[in-house]
């Protein structure tokens, strides 16, 4: 079906397509187009754009991984297929590592996530050796393998779109976790240290433009940040009320 | 994977399963996994669970569908997925017909639901038979097709998770509607007579026995339910801002 760009939500549809083609050449999982249908609503409620406290946090996080001594990217399939070139473009201006992990384990998915990024230009891509793996502390068996030289060692870790088990577990093997969720309410968000409530195809080309800077230091409350976002929908919900 | 029944959103991740083995089993649409988690978060934020303005709109539906002349169950892959067996219970206590209509329009699909349906006790299906087609007008040409001895004649329309464009086109034939739409800002639910704000596996048990009710009159105002439901999720925002 082809969507007409006088649409009123064109961009959304398009980047829905993006997923459904990420399904169809196996980066996706079937919970992945799930998950992004969630996003989608959010993504509805804060305008489907980046708000000003999204924006805050983009310089935090830009910020906090400059200043890493370990930094890695985590990227689950849908990561991959909205914004492979961002990745890697951020991994190159923060000099940080790139692992594939995944939710929803599956060695299949690992590869083809792999292979979108190495062609995207990464060098060296994290979480695929299995003699490399390790084990992150409290939590269930399937879902605590990380690789030793990415995630299990790194001082800072970006997460998209993270569990909220995990999300812990990576606080509890303290890590600095810097999220996107376009969910201001869920365990990830209220448990990173910092959390972008913003669509990925756009805050990580801001995420990207913004490590590039010198960098001062930045003051960044994240919990007070994620009070301004929900307040933004909440704001929104009354506008849209208004006018239905 | 199994989700520890200890996991604080247990019941929407089991629903979730629901909606993949409906996908597996070509129920669904990849697009509808999408859509369903579109929903997901829409129910997360009205506290997954009935509120009070859903109960008021579940009366207002029963009684409108017990007062029908011809009144049609628009079935799609979600919906069938979701609650077959109360999709059966309803056409019986409302003496309603069934209908396979689908957004994302496939044989194999259309089969794959009437197949289930019958299997969950449905005597009839419509929307199966092409030399029983008809078009609803004001629409475009892929998604018009209704069954002429269904939809195309009925009186009193129950659709779920519909197309704004496609309610619209019920509402110029003079139908009423009937919705189940977590977004109590979507085009459907502003257009529909009654509309729902509630997820099905909830509301359609209670349907089911509300429709089983002598049934008194029920006087209601869609927009000002909605209204009702959209300062739901914003009370709820608030709340949980607080205990944030």
Same mark, same amino acid.
């Given at each position: 079906?082809?969507? $007409?760009?006088?649409? $009123?939500?064109?961009?959304?549809?398009?980047?829905?397509?993006?997923?459904? %083609?990420? +399904?169809? %050449? %196996?980066?996706?999982?079937?919970?992945?187009?799930?998950?992004?249908?969630?996003?989608?609503?959010?993504?509805?409620?804060?305008?489907?754009?980046?708000?000003?406290?999204?924006? %805050?946090?983009?310089?935090?996080?830009?910020?906090?991984?400059?200043?890493?001594?370990?930094?890695?990217?985590?990227?689950?399939?849908?990561?991959?297929?909205?914004? $492979?070139?961002?990745?890697?473009?951020?991994?190159?201006?923060?000099?940080?590592?790139?692992?594939?992990?995944? +939710?929803?384990?599956?060695?299949?998915?690992?590869?083809?996530?792999?292979?979108?990024?190495?062609?995207?230009?990464?060098?060296?891509?994290?979480?695929?050796?299995?003699?490399?793996?390790?084990?992150?502390?409290?939590?269930?068996?399937?879902?605590?393998?990380?690789?030793?030289?990415?995630? +299990?060692?790194?001082?800072?870790?970006?997460?998209?779109?993270?569990?909220?088990?995990?999300?812990?577990?990576?606080?509890?093997?303290?890590?600095?976790?810097?999220?996107?969720?376009?969910? $201001?309410?869920?365990?990830?968000?209220?448990?990173?240290?910092?959390?972008?409530?913003?669509?990925?195809?756009?805050?990580?080309?801001?995420?990207?433009?913004?490590?590039?800077?010198?960098?001062?230091?930045?003051?960044?409350?994240?919990?007070?940040?994620?009070?301004?976002?929900?307040?933004?929908?909440?704001?929104?919900?009354?506008?849209?009320?208004?006018?239905?």
């Amino acid at each position: 079906m082809n969507i $007409p760009k006088s649409h $009123p939500r064109y961009l959304s549809l398009q980047t829905r397509e993006k997923l459904v %083609n990420g +399904f169809v %050449n %196996n980066l996706v999982a079937k919970e992945g187009l799930l998950a992004h249908g969630r996003g989608e609503a959010f993504d509805y409620l804060i305008g489907e754009k980046t708000t000003k406290s999204a924006k %805050n946090a983009i310089k935090a996080a830009a910020y906090m991984l400059n200043q890493a001594q370990n930094s890695v990217i985590s990227v689950n399939g849908n990561f991959a297929a909205l914004c $492979p070139k961002e990745i890697i473009q951020l991994a190159k201006t923060t000099n940080s590592k790139i692992e594939v992990n995944l +939710f929803y384990s599956s060695e299949k998915r690992k590869k083809a996530i792999s292979k979108i990024l190495k062609k995207s230009g990464a060098k060296q891509v994290l979480g695929m050796d299995k003699k490399q793996s390790a084990k992150l502390k409290g939590i269930d068996s399937a879902r605590r393998i990380v690789d030793k030289n990415g995630i +299990f060692s790194a001082d800072v870790v970006l997460v998209p779109l993270e569990d909220g088990d995990r999300t812990i577990a990576l606080k509890k093997a303290k890590k600095k976790v810097i999220t996107f969720d376009l969910n $201001p309410l869920s365990r990830t968000a209220q448990t990173a240290d910092v959390t972008i409530v913003d669509n990925v195809t756009r805050s990580m080309k801001l995420l990207v433009s913004e490590s590039k800077k010198s960098g001062r230091k930045v003051t960044f409350d994240n919990k007070k940040n994620l009070k301004s976002s929900i307040l933004e929908i909440r704001k929104n919900l009354e506008r849209r009320a208004k006018n239905a």
